[in-house]
């Protein structure tokens, strides 16, 4: 899919498009500039009084029949969805399914009553809570997923009846160019809209007069969406750096799993695993079961490349200045990544790292696990909880009672054991620290996008 499929001139000093998979342009495309961006937020809050008047009932009907619209032109989306990530195929059918069961998830659950019970709480008044929309929300969503993010973002926005205006990221607008062109004739005109462009782009929608900021990014960037909101509303989901705990009694499928995890979507998830960490005395035999699993998940070559130029320039980076040895088992050496041409990086395990090593101390972003020794589990719960960010993690062993204290003890909004980056839309997804504030996910994300009014009424 390119960028003529939605009707987007082509501009020669806008957008260079890339395909991952050859690093070779793909397209040109014309960014939003400041008078687009105004002229969008402008009908975006016309469209939005129309929208939230609405009954629950229709708005509800009307996100079900886009989401319809999404799954009826599945082939276009997989297609849009590979053009500017080079996932398989696979990889970007399932998101863009995900993405339409978020969809029709939330679709339901805005006509569920969220608001404390009305009731008699005041002598001879009656009252009642009413939920009532922001307005308009900007969601500045990143390359790694780019529907799913949209779609965990613009889910609960509009349902809960905000307009929307979605910046995706400057190297794969694709999709969410097809989501507004859906949009528009399934929500209405103005409700969701697309603002295509680089980091320019971002700040001024950012710095427009909108009512709140979703934003899915770096810490660099979400630090400066917060400098730039003011008061306003701002949701923050800034990444992970996850630890795993892999106990010794750990199930015979944990290092699959984590090798599976870390190598889904070339390692580009925020909650995907990235620390492993297990006691000493397991220690070796870790390095070399994750090693062996590695090099079975390298030979089938399951995985795309990564996103950009950038992005494998800085995990190589990263990489060059660890000072990890080789994997045992694998022989995964540091060193140059394949010939091929795009953006490809190998699988590796990195093994005898200090906690201040580069690979550990960053979120790497690629297909690649680090190893660290613990003297015991007190011991690995400090290392997992000594890097800034604490989005996700998980625990790996055979003990109940254990392995749920150390998933109590694990800092970080959402904890998987024996299992790893497993997600639905009933339950939450959330940050803390440097991985930023805010839910996603479940009818909690409805209360990122709504405000509260209390109404109370004399009766005599």
Same mark, same amino acid.
């Given at each position: 899919?390119?960028?003529?499929?939605?009707?987007?001139?082509?501009?020669?000093?806008?957008?260079?498009?890339?395909?991952?998979?050859?690093?070779?342009?793909? %397209?040109? !495309?014309?960014?939003?500039? $400041? #008078? @687009?961006?105004?002229?969008?937020?402008?009908? &975006? +809050?016309? /469209?939005?009084? *129309?929208?939230?008047?609405?009954?629950?009932?229709?708005?509800?009907?009307?996100?079900?029949?886009?989401?319809?619209?999404?799954?009826?032109?599945?082939?276009?989306?997989?297609?849009?969805?590979?053009?500017?990530?080079?996932?398989?195929?696979?990889?970007?059918?399932?998101?863009?399914?995900?993405?339409?069961?978020?969809?029709?998830?939330?679709?339901?659950?805005?006509?569920?009553?969220?608001?404390?019970?009305?009731?008699?709480?005041?002598?001879?008044?009656?009252?009642?809570?009413?939920?009532?929309?922001?307005?308009?929300?900007?969601?500045?969503?990143?390359?790694?997923?780019?529907?799913?993010?949209?779609?965990?973002?613009?889910?609960?926005?509009?349902?809960?009846?905000? %307009?929307? !205006?979605?910046?995706?990221? $400057? #190297? @794969?607008?694709?999709?969410?160019?097809?989501? &507004? +062109?859906? /949009?528009?004739? *399934?929500?209405?005109?103005?409700?969701?809209?697309?603002?295509?462009?680089?980091?320019?782009?971002?700040?001024?929608?950012?710095?427009?007069?909108?009512?709140?900021?979703?934003?899915?990014?770096?810490?660099?960037?979400?630090?400066?969406?917060?400098?730039?909101?003011?008061?306003?509303?701002?949701?923050?989901?800034?990444?992970?750096?996850?630890?795993?705990?892999?106990?010794?009694?750990?199930?015979?499928?944990?290092?699959?799993?984590?090798?599976?995890?870390?190598?889904?979507?070339?390692?580009?998830?925020?909650?995907?695993?990235?620390?492993?960490?297990?006691?000493?005395?397991?220690?070796?035999?870790?390095?070399?079961?994750?090693?062996?699993?590695?090099?079975?998940?390298? %030979?089938?070559?399951?995985?795309?490349?990564?996103?950009?130029?950038?992005?494998?320039?800085?995990?190589?980076?990263?990489?060059?200045? *660890?000072?990890?040895?080789?994997?045992?088992?694998?022989?995964?050496?540091?060193?140059?990544?394949?010939?091929?041409?795009?953006?490809?990086?190998?699988?590796?395990?990195?093994?005898?790292?200090?906690?201040?090593?580069?690979?550990?101390?960053?979120?790497?972003?690629?297909?690649?696990?680090?190893?660290?020794?613990?003297?015991?589990?007190?011991?690995?719960?400090?290392?997992?909880?000594?890097?800034?960010?604490?989005?996700?993690?998980?625990?790996?062993?055979?003990?109940?009672?254990?392995?749920?204290?150390?998933?109590?003890?694990?800092?970080?909004?959402?904890?998987?054991?024996?299992?790893?980056?497993?997600?639905?839309?009933?339950?939450?997804?959330?940050?803390?620290?440097?991985?930023?504030?805010?839910?996603?996910?479940?009818?909690?994300?409805?209360?990122?996008?709504?405000?509260?009014?209390?109404?109370?009424?004399?009766?005599?």
């Amino acid at each position: 899919m390119t960028a003529e499929t939605v009707d987007v001139p082509l501009s020669p000093t806008g957008l260079r498009l890339t395909d991952p998979r050859t690093g070779r342009a793909r %397209a040109d !495309l014309a960014g939003a500039g $400041e #008078s @687009t961006v105004t002229d969008t937020v402008e009908a &975006a +809050r016309e /469209a939005q009084r *129309s929208w939230a008047g609405l009954p629950t009932g229709e708005r509800s009907r009307r996100l079900l029949a886009f989401a319809d619209r999404i799954d009826g032109a599945l082939s276009e989306y997989v297609a849009a969805e590979q053009a500017g990530t080079g996932k398989p195929a696979h990889e970007a059918e399932g998101e863009i399914r995900d993405s339409v069961d978020l969809l029709r998830f939330y679709a339901g659950a805005v006509r569920a009553a969220l608001a404390p019970a009305a009731g008699h709480h005041l002598p001879n008044r009656e009252s009642w809570v009413r939920w009532e929309p922001l307005g308009v929300v900007g969601a500045i969503v990143p390359w790694n997923y780019p529907i799913l993010m949209a779609a965990w973002r613009i889910g609960p926005a509009l349902a809960a009846g905000n %307009a929307v !205006l979605l910046k995706p990221a $400057e #190297s @794969t607008p694709d999709s969410a160019l097809l989501l &507004a +062109r859906d /949009a528009r004739d *399934s929500l209405g005109p103005g409700v969701l809209n697309a603002l295509p462009g680089d980091r320019a782009t971002g700040r001024l929608l950012v710095e427009s007069p909108i009512d709140a900021i979703a934003f899915t990014g770096s810490v660099a960037g979400g630090q400066d969406v917060a400098a730039r909101a003011g008061l306003r509303r701002v949701s923050l989901e800034l990444g992970g750096n996850c630890p795993a705990i892999v106990l010794p009694d750990a199930p015979e499928h944990t290092y699959a799993d984590l090798t599976g995890a870390a190598t889904y979507n070339a390692g580009q998830s925020c909650a995907a695993p990235a620390r492993v960490i297990t006691l000493r005395s397991n220690y070796a035999e870790v390095v070399d079961r994750l090693a062996e699993a590695m090099s079975r998940r390298q %030979a089938g070559r399951s995985f795309g490349p990564l996103n950009n130029a950038d992005q494998i320039r800085r995990y190589r980076q990263i990489l060059s200045g *660890s000072a990890a040895g080789v994997s045992h088992a694998a022989g995964l050496a540091l060193g140059d990544d394949s010939d091929e041409e795009g953006y490809w990086a190998e699988g590796r395990i990195l093994a005898d790292l200090e906690p201040d090593d580069p690979a550990v101390a960053n979120e790497l972003f690629g297909p690649c696990l680090t190893v660290q020794a613990a003297e015991d589990i007190d011991d690995a719960v400090r290392l997992a909880n000594s890097v800034d960010q604490a989005l996700a993690g998980s625990v790996w062993g055979a003990g109940t009672g254990q392995l749920l204290s150390v998933a109590r003890a694990l800092d970080a909004g959402e904890v998987w054991v024996n299992c790893v980056l497993e997600q639905c839309p009933e339950l939450p997804h959330g940050g803390r620290g440097s991985s930023g504030h805010g839910t996603d996910l479940s009818v909690l994300a409805l209360t990122e996008f709504q405000r509260p009014k209390t109404v109370t009424v004399r009766l005599v």
